[in-house]
């Protein structure tokens, strides 16, 4: 086989006309923020947010009530975890009950835990992280977190960070 019967690698005329890889026209409408995480209230005026189990999405477990009052997120299944009542104050702030009577107050280590007197309920300020996820902040500043060590809820994370989210699952 000689060179000349070969055929040229390069072609040098014009080429086979080919399709563009954009069509042009109208593409489709994407809003700048999904519905979930719009900005603006995180309780919308009027909304009633009836019980819910809260799991917590660092730990991967609903919240129970464990020793000495204190809020610990171990539950493995809905079932095991406490059913929390969302009182909300305004827009921004809410208290928690769970149902059966505690609200749920910090005590002055930081931890969370359930106390029988309204009056020592604490008013969380609420932050919507995506659909039906949420961090609390206390009334410090510090937010709600789960600790590594032993899953016990307390508030002394200075960020909102993967610790500090929280999954609100509807109860009927």
Excluded: H
Excluded at 8 to 31: C, D, L, M, R, T
Excluded at 102 to 112: C, E, P, T
């Amino acid at each position: 086989m000689s060179i000349e019967s070969r055929e040229p690698v390069i072609q040098v005329g014009p080429g086979p006309a080919s399709q563009p890889w954009i069509i042009p026209g109208p593409g489709p409408v994407i809003p700048p923020f999904p519905t979930e995480t719009e900005p603006g209230p995180v309780i919308p005026p009027g909304q009633d947010i009836p019980r819910v189990k809260i799991k917590s999405l660092f730990s991967n477990a609903f919240i129970i009530v464990g020793y000495d009052e204190v809020l610990y997120a171990v539950g493995a299944i809905p079932q095991q975890g406490e059913t929390f009542r969302i009182i909300p104050i305004n827009n921004y702030q809410v208290k928690l009950r769970i149902v059966g009577g505690q609200f749920v107050r910090i005590d002055y280590n930081g931890a969370l835990v359930a106390d029988a007197n309204k009056n020592n309920a604490t008013i969380f300020n609420i932050f919507r992280t995506g659909y039906m996820e949420f961090s609390l902040m206390a009334p410090q500043g510090k937010y709600v977190n789960v600790k590594q060590r032993d899953n016990m809820l307390v508030a002394r994370s200075e960020y909102a960070g993967p610790r500090t989210r929280f999954k609100f699952r509807m109860v009927d």
